[in-house]
């Protein structure tokens, strides 16, 4: 019997493939790849250099600290992975690119195919390689040495998305940021901890009373520790009116008196088709 290719390839463009192995090959990515569901392809940019020291970086034009990542050899590269094989997306990796949230590792796991991740190093990739990409993308406001550690978060929010890949297809329905509330709490044993005890509803059995606590409280962690959350939860009208009696304002459920969120919609780059010669 032939195999079915994957449904989705990440070839990792990176500086330190060796930092990525490990985590490529264990658990959620592992277990996906040996399934033949993902594949994590991770490739030196090095191999590109086009100088016998490998050298990919150089000094910054009009001064300054640092060393930027030369163009010309994120262009080998990339011509190089889609000689091999027909490229769909080019990633790179910079604070300066769209937030990558719950929604985006959706669209991405539907949408499959094979994307190329760039991950920089140093003072980051001459500005030029903007041509040569589809996305830009940031995992948050923090500033991080390269892009490794955010290929990774990505690849590994993605990957459980694609069909297949988590046993329990239900069982990313109730995720925090895909119902668009913060998760209830769980409890295991033992029942009582160091006086604290599990909530008597939850070892009662009445799986309706159980379903209504955890709504209760999911809205009510949301309202505490995110309310910036709210107006895009697709509340139902009993969620609103239970988060009023939890002391929510009206305001906070619609977001009308809220800071604006991040453009939702980023600039989506797709490769210009090269001009026909006339
Ligand atoms: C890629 C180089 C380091 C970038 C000076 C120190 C993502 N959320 C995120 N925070 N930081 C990154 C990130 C940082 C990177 C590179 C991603 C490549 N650096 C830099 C510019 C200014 N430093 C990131 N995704």
């Known amino acids: 019997m032939t195999q079915p290719p994957p449904a989705l390839t990440f070839s990792v463009l990176t500086l330190f493939p060796e930092l990525l192995r490990p ?23 090095r191999q590109w250099s086009g100088n016998r020291h490998h050298k990919v970086d150089d000094t910054p034009y009009g001064g300054g600290a640092g060393m930027v990542i030369r163009v010309d050899v994120v262009a080998r590269a990339l011509d190089a992975l889609r000689a091999e094989q027909p490229v769909d997306e080019v990633v790179m990796l910079t604070p300066a690119g769209q937030t990558f949230r719950q929604a985006d590792a959706e669209a991405w796991a539907a949408q499959g195919g094979h994307w190329v991740i760039l991950c920089g190093r140093y003072e980051g990739f001459d500005a030029r390689v903007e041509r040569l990409v589809t996305r830009e ?45 913060l998760d209830y709490p769980e409890y295991t044993r033992p029942p009582v901890w160091e006086g604290e005890g599990v909530p008597e509803v939850l070892q009662g059995g009445h799986h309706g009373a159980i379903a209504g606590w955890r709504r209760t409280q999911a809205l009510a962690r949301t309202l505490e520790r995110r309310p910036d959350l709210l107006p895009t939860a697709g509340l139902t009208p009993q969620d609103s009116a239970e988060l009023l009696r939890l002391g929510a304002t009206p305001e906070q459920l619609t977001g009308w008196n809220a800071p604006e969120p991040p453009a939702s919609k980023p600039p989506r780059r797709k490769r210009k088709a090269a001009a026909d010669p006339v």
Do not use: N
């Open 23 to 45: 985590f490529a090959a264990e658990a959620l990515l592992g277990k996906a790849q040996a399934r033949g569901l993902v594949q994590v392809q991770l490739r030196d940019l």
């Open 137 to 181: 993308v940031s995992i948050g406001d923090f500033v991080m040495m390269g892009g490794e550690a955010a290929a990774a978060c990505i690849m590994e929010a993605v990957a459980r998305l694609v069909p297949g890949v988590l046993g329990d297809q239900a069982s990313h329905e109730d995720d925090s940021f895909s119902s668009g509330l």
